[in-house]
T-cell receptor, first 117, second 115 residues
């Protein structure tokens, strides 16, 4: 079964508007972390934001925020005030198990965001 | 610091040929990973290493071998390339720390085409 599901293959957003990228996850482990990475057209993977399963508050990092709904197993990324440079593919990923010592990440299929001027 | 570097950036192989992809990191990270990225499938873990001299299989290890003879290097080998191995390969590294987030740092990727 897929551990990370991103149901939006592509999205368009107007410059300066906000956009929400969906991510749902599947795990039975009570201890896990959720990550979002950005991949621009140049190909590199850029770490954006992280949410731990025990974190009480939603993570924020500049214009990025994570809408974490633990009961629904969702960790949606919100990008506020979109800029042309935000056009990229965005990946949601999960690491399970604080006791695990391999730190493996499971990735979703990604969502392509195109920001329109 | 160069971070994580990968060699080569591009490569075209014929079916049956062999090659080695090199990943190097200068951050003194214990953990290193090899992923492949295919359209519509995100990144999938091929092999990983939790320290010098140790390797383990990931989600899609068949057709690949790895070695971690030095802490800073992680090699991915294809003994007999197949068209199904056409992909973009990413190397990543992270520190040995159970405390989150402990994010992975990625290299720029290697685009491999097998004809």
């Amino acid at each position: 079964a897929q551990k990370i599901t991103q149901t939006q293959p592509g999205m368009f957003v107007q410059e300066k508007e906000a956009v929400t990228l969906d991510c749902t996850y599947d795990t039975s482990d009570p201890s896990y972390g959720l990550f979002w990475y950005k991949q621009p057209s140049s190909g590199e993977m850029i770490f954006l934001i992280y949410q731990g399963s025990y974190d009480q508050q939603n993570a924020t990092e500049g214009r990025y925020s994570l809408n974490f709904q633990k009961a629904r197993k969702s960790a949606n990324l919100v990008i506020s005030a979109s800029q042309l440079g935000d056009s990229a593919m965005y990946f949601c990923a999960m690491r399970e198990g604080l006791k695990s010592n391999d730190y493996k990440l499971s990735f979703g299929a990604g969502t392509t965001v195109t920001v329109r001027a | 610091n160069a971070g994580v570097t990968q060699t080569p950036k591009f490569r075209v192989l014929k079916t049956g040929q062999s090659m080695t992809l090199l990943c190097a990191q200068d951050m003194n990270h214990e953990y290193m990973y090899w992923y492949r990225q295919d359209p519509g499938m995100g990144l999938r873990l091929i092999h990983y290493s939790v320290g010098e001299g140790t390797t383990a299989k990931g989600e899609v290890p068949d057709g690949y071998n790895v070695s971690r003879l030095k802490k800073q290097n992680f090699l991915l080998g294809l003994e007999s390339a197949a068209p199904s191995q056409t992909s973009v390969y990413f190397c990543a590294s992270s520190i040995h720390d159970r405390v989150f987030p402990n994010e992975q740092f990625f290299g720029p990727g290697t685009r491999l085409t097998v004809l």
